[in-house]
């Protein structure tokens, strides 16, 4: 039952868990990136890493470059923290079945 | 079921992390050809431009703009056969070739180059050839060590096979130009062929 309690429920979900994983290996990654990656659309995209960013697990910087705006994601030291936890929770499970 | 969706969580947090971290795509085949234009080069160079009996090439002397001419040529048709390979073998596994990893990969493995070429012509203009085998080796592969943290597979151990030739090859002056041979052409042939096999066999 406390393995069931690490698994974190934000990170349930594909496109959250695809966003941080990506996070943890790459110091910054701008918003065409994660989306190339991901393969989503626009408004999926932004909707998941706002529930991320509110969960304080990334942080979300807004910039220009010239005219064209550009978003950069980072992980939080919290939000890499919660994911390797949750990672360590997902190895256990599969591990004791 | 529920073990079978986490089993999926773990391997699509492994992939994402590779893709979009690491270069998958570079190819065995570009390696064995870099290998054999390196020794083709290095055969042309000892038949036709080392002095048979006064073993020296000097700095001014028409032979050593041709050995350079070879040793661009050499280095630019590596670069452009692991190019149009590596691209090939990217579009096919679905990979983009040129985007933030790429990019990083690149520029990671041409610092240490640059500063290595760069050196060693500043040395060469001052009559310190001696040592340029050596310097070559020992720069390229600090440059694919270097470059290996974005890449996957055995990159670094090439690396670290051709600085420890490169030092060795320090240690014996007056044998750089059998140490380049086996630093440029043989063992980019061996890992090639490592890389190419394993490629076949997936």
Same mark, same amino acid.
């Given at each position: 039952m406390g393995l069931i309690d690490n698994i974190n429920k934000l990170f349930d979900h594909r496109i959250r868990l695809g966003i941080m994983s990506i996070l943890m290996v790459n110091e910054e990654v701008d918003f065409n990136r994660l989306k190339e990656l991901l393969d989503v659309t626009d408004g999926n995209l932004a909707s998941h890493t706002k529930t991320l960013e509110k969960a304080e697990y990334i942080k979300i910087e807004k910039s220009f470059i010239g005219k064209k705006p550009n978003t950069r994601y980072s992980a939080t030291a919290l939000g890499k923290v919660s994911f390797k936890k949750h990672i360590e929770a997902l190895e256990h499970i599969i591990k004791n079945q | 079921m529920e073990s079978k969706k986490y089993l999926d969580d773990i391997s699509q947090i492994k992939d994402l992390m590779n893709r979009s971290s690491r270069?998958? &795509?570079? &190819? #065995?085949l570009s390696g064995i050809l870099a290998g054999i234009y390196a020794i083709t080069g290095a055969i042309v160079t000892y038949i036709f431009l080392i002095p048979k009996n006064e073993g020296y090439v000097t700095l001014h002397s028409w032979n050593f703009k041709i050995i350079v001419g070879i040793l661009v040529a050499v280095a630019v048709l590596s670069l452009v056969t692991a190019y149009l390979l590596s691209s090939k073998k990217a579009k096919k596994n679905n990979?983009?070739?040129?985007?933030e990893t790429t990019k990083r990969l690149l520029i990671s493995f041409l610092v240490p180059l640059v500063t290595g070429g760069i050196y060693i012509l500043i040395k060469l203009n001052s009559q310190?050839? #001696?040592?340029t085998g050596s310097l070559m080796l020992i720069f390229y592969g600090l440059a694919l060590v270097n470059a290996s943290k974005y890449t996957i597979g055995n990159v670094k151990y090439l690396g670290y096979a051709e600085i420890i030739l490169g030092l060795i090859c320090a240690a014996l002056p007056g044998y750089g130009f059998w140490f380049w041979v086996i630093g440029f052409g043989v063992l980019h042939i061996i890992y090639g062929s490592l890389i190419y096999f394993k490629e076949e066999k997936a």
């Open positions: - | 270069f998958i &795509s570079l &190819s #065995g990979e983009k070739v040129w985007d310190h050839y #001696g040592l």
